[in-house]
């Protein structure tokens, strides 16, 4: 796990690695399946297809509903904005141009059959809800900046973990907490 930038400005960034046991035909099964993230995550509460779509192509849009204790509960619109199967997905949150965040799962397949999964994001450089945070108040911009993006670190984390678990077969972390 690693993350870079210390100001929003800095567009900081954040980035996590796992090797799965999997295919990576059967790893993108997963990662490009948005309504498994809910399961996974503990903001993300749900996610649906705009305009028909029904699976990540560039330029398909999706509505995705979040909770955070700090921050109460909203919703973004995402831009897929690359979509290579089985080797990348990214997204842009609420404007393409301007993104919220962008966020980028990429598979590499290995040499003994593997893959190796990254979740990489981005925030900024267009206003979020964190930025409302740092409006408030902006002596304390360095220390927002450090709590949310390590909280994307764990949280990716996990999410990385559900799913080399549900990749390689074991039941998956959020089957064992009742999700």
């Known amino acids: 796990m690693e993350w870079t930038g210390a100001r929003y400005a800095d567009k900081p960034t954040a ?3 796992r090797e799965i046991a999997a295919s990576p035909e059967r790893v993108w099964e997963l990662v490009a399946d948005i309504g498994l993230m809910p399961t996974l995550s503990t903001e993300l509460r749900s996610v649906e297809w705009l305009d028909g779509a029904t699976w990540p192509v560039t330029g398909a849009r999706f509505v995705g509903r979040s909770e955070h204790e700090s921050f109460g509960t909203w919703q973004t619109t995402s831009y897929v904005v690359e979509c290579e199967a089985p080797r990348v997905f990214s997204w842009a949150v609420e404007d393409p141009e301007q993104p919220s965040a962008l966020w980028r799962f990429s598979l590499r397949a290995r040499d003994d059959g593997g893959t190796e999964l990254t979740q990489w994001m981005q925030m900024g450089p267009g206003r979020s809800g964190l930025s409302h945070a740092i409006d408030r108040t902006p002596e304390k911009e360095q220390k ?12 990716m984390a996990a999410t990385l973990d559900a799913i080399k678990e ?13 999700a």
């Open 144 to 155: 927002i900046v450090f709590v949310r993006m390590r909280e994307f670190e764990r949280n």
């Open 166 to 178: 549900l990749a390689e077969g074991a039941p998956a972390a959020a089957e064992r907490r009742g």
């Open 15 to 17: 980035e996590v690695r």
